[in-house]
């Protein structure tokens, strides 16, 4: 099997519009196992409930 050519490459992701990349990537968070992993319990309680938001760092 022959290696796909540069120009070939180059041409298929300068040609993906902007709503099939937003579908793509919409369908691949929702496969995502945890959506929360990088949020920690106090960060998860600010976005939900909108308290302690105060005694964050960031």
Known sequence: ???PRLSQL???VLGIKA???MNFK???SFRSPNWFEDI???EL???LY???NEDLDD
């Open 1 to 3: 099997m022959d290696e």
């Open 10 to 12: 180059v041409n298929d």
């Open 19 to 21: 709503g099939d990349f």
């Open 26 to 28: 919409t369908v691949e």
């Open 40 to 42: 920690d319990q106090k």
């Open 45 to 47: 309680e600010v976005l």
């Open 50 to 52: 909108g308290v302690g």
